[in-house]
Structure formats: C-alpha cells, structure tokens
C-alpha cells in the first residue's frame, strides 16, 4: 500500500509580505478531540506561489474575512485565491506571526 504524506502545516514564517494563495479544497472542521488543541479548528488545502502545497489552520479572523470575500460555503472556494499576510501578536505571552486574509480577493 502506497504511504499517504500529510501536507506540511502553514506557519506564518512561510508567509513572505503580501501572499497569494490558491484553495485546493473545501474547509474541513477538526474538533478538539481529534487535533489535540484546545479549540476546535477549520483547515484547508491551500497552494502557494511556489507551487508547494500547505494546510492553514484558520483563525476565525481569517475565517470571517473568508466568508465575507468568497461566501459562506467553501465548496465554492476551491479554484479561487485571496492575499493572506502575517501581523505579530501576543499569543498566550508569546510574540507570533498570526495570518490573516486582506479584505479583498486577489
């Protein structure tokens, strides 16, 4: 059987300025069971610049900003772009580059 890779997760130091993203597939839920995290999350397949692909673990920021630019059903995602870019913010005590999505599609 053929092993299965997981794509490698976005982090905010991947994120070069101003960055234009591809959306490979629909957002998938993944309660706090199943991820270990504190919170439930949305992930999505996303495809960079480069061609490399990532998982971005949305922040409900992003998520709105999402919802507001492409709609509330992210099966109409999938072959659309946005600009995504990073802000460093206090996270629990930890300074971190947090993504965000600008408020208009690329």
């Known amino acids: 059987m053929p092993e299965i890779k997981e794509l490698p997760f976005l982090k905010g130091e991947d994120i070069e300025g101003e960055t234009v993203v591809l959306f490979l597939s629909p957002h998938e839920e993944k309660s706090s069971e199943e991820t270990g995290l504190k919170n439930d999350t949305a992930e999505i397949n996303i495809q960079m610049p480069n061609g490399g ?5 949305m922040n409900a920021t992003a998520q709105r900003m999402l919802v507001g630019l492409l709609g509330s059903n992210s099966d109409g995602w999938v072959g659309k772009t946005a600009t995504i870019y990073t ?3 206090n996270v629990l005590g930890t300074m971190r580059k947090c993504i965000f999505v600008r408020g208009k599609q690329a």
Do not use: A
Request: charge should be positive; charged fraction near 40%; proline fraction near 0%.
């Open 53 to 57: 692909k990532k998982i971005w673990t």
């Open 87 to 89: 802000v460093e913010q």
